[in-house]
């Protein structure tokens, strides 16, 4: 009984660790990204501006890192909002973009790359000012 409890949670624990995927490599991710459309509405750099000089569509990759570093479960979270979508009534970039939520993507990206590249996303350190 105790070797099929400790099977039951090493089996467990396994599938738990591949749903948190290791970061894509810089190349990889972008080009992920690029492929999804991803990079039509973000840029990995604070400060771009999005179109005819408005804010941002959505927010640069190095805030959402900043944003979520240390928080419980954020890699699943994340890769869930840009599989499903974002809530335009529950934003929490509101004032910072000019797009009012993420559309789901789950059309343009797998569930495999989407975590690779918030993975990726999760390793970018904010910029020192």
Not at 12 to 30: C, N, Y
Not at 82 to 88: A, C, D, F, H, R
Not at 104 to 123: G, H, L, R, T, Y
């Amino acid at each position: 009984m105790k070797k099929t409890l400790s099977l039951t949670a090493l089996v467990l624990s396994l599938a738990a660790s591949a749903s948190q995927a290791a970061p894509a490599s810089p190349s990889e991710a972008i080009k992920i990204a690029t492929n999804a459309g991803c990079m039509t509405c973000h840029h990995i750099e604070p400060g771009a501006k999005g179109p005819d000089g408005l804010a941002p569509i959505g927010p640069a990759w190095r805030d959402v890192s900043a944003k979520y570093q240390g928080q419980k479960d954020a890699q699943k979270t994340l890769t869930h909002t840009v599989l499903t979508g974002s809530n335009p009534y529950d934003s929490h970039w509101k004032g910072k973009v000019s797009g009012l939520a993420m559309p789901p993507n789950k059309v343009a990206i797998s569930e495999a790359d989407a975590s690779k590249v918030v993975a990726w996303i999760m390793s970018l350190e904010a910029k020192k000012k």
